[in-house]
T-cell receptor, first 113, second 114 residues
Framework: DAKTTQPPSMDCAEGRAANLPCNHSTISGNEYVYWYRQIHSQGPQYIIHGLKNNETNEMASLIITEDRKSSTLILPHATLRDTAVYYCIVRSLSNFGNEKLTFGTGTRLTIIP | EPEVTQTPSHQVTQMGQEVILRCVPISNHLYFYWYRQILGQKVEFLVSFYNNEISEKSEIFDDQFSVERPDGSNFTLKIRSTKLEDSAMYFC????????????FGPGTRLTVT
């Protein structure tokens, strides 16, 4: 799975959009971009994933650049409950048995009142 | 909304003792996982389980660890002889299967080995 690079920390004002970047310059054609978050010491929570098109769900939007070398997770109206560590994970789905998620250190997002 | 549950939430055990951590995955899910997170460190993959057998395991998952799905609902992680370095949060996860690859995590069991 391709390596990802994320800023270690970010702040965002409550009510504003939080934009979390992820660099995955070595991503290959069959690799998806997944985003998870971990609030305090709780279990990681799935947010969204995409291959090449932008995606949106009830939690967030995922913008993937045309060359797929980077992506941005957008939380449109951040609340205090969105304070968490956000993980960008790139993984191939082509090999059965390659099931594991490899977590990096992520971005610690702090929402400021 | 269905969720993964884990028991106990906190387990304290003495070094050398056996522990069993329990998980109830989401009911229609077919793939099951254990991860752990030592305090202040990354979440690490331990093992994946499908069709009553291990499909992948990490270097951490040595002979001291075992997993089992003893009935249609529970998924357990056993550590035979705990060490101090096994102290961590242990997370169970599951996914439904097919072309759906999102894993859903439980709240974790904090294992403290003294």
């Amino acid at each position: 799975d391709a390596k990802t690079t994320q800023p270690p920390s970010m702040d965002c004002a409550e009510g504003r959009a939080a934009n979390l970047p992820c660099n995955h310059s070595t991503i290959s054609g069959n690799e998806y971009v997944y985003w998870y978050r971990q609030i305090h010491s709780q279990g990681p929570q799935y947010i969204i994933h995409g291959l090449k098109n932008n995606e949106t769900n009830e939690m967030a939007s995922l913008i993937i650049t045309e060359d797929r070398k980077s992506s941005t997770l957008i939380l449109p109206h951040a609340t205090l409950r969105d304070t968490a560590v956000y993980y960008c994970i790139v993984r191939s789905l082509s090999n059965f048995g390659n099931e594991k998620l490899t977590f990096g250190t992520g971005t610690r997002l702090t929402i400021i009142p | 909304e269905p969720e993964v549950t884990q028991t106990p939430s906190h387990q304290v055990t003495q070094m050398g003792q056996e522990v069993i951590l329990r998980c109830v995955p989401i009911s229609n899910h077919l793939y099951f996982y254990w991860y752990r997170q030592i305090l202040g460190q990354k979440v690490e993959f331990l093992v994946s389980f499908y069709n009553n057998e291990i499909s992948e395991k990490s270097e951490i998952f040595d002979d001291q660890f075992s997993v089992e799905r003893p009935d249609g609902s529970n998924f357990t992680l056993k550590i035979r002889s705990t060490k101090l370095e096994d102290s961590a949060m242990y997370f169970c996860a599951s996914r439904v299967g097919g072309t759906t690859y999102e894993q859903y995590f439980g709240p974790g069991t904090r294992l403290t080995v003294t």
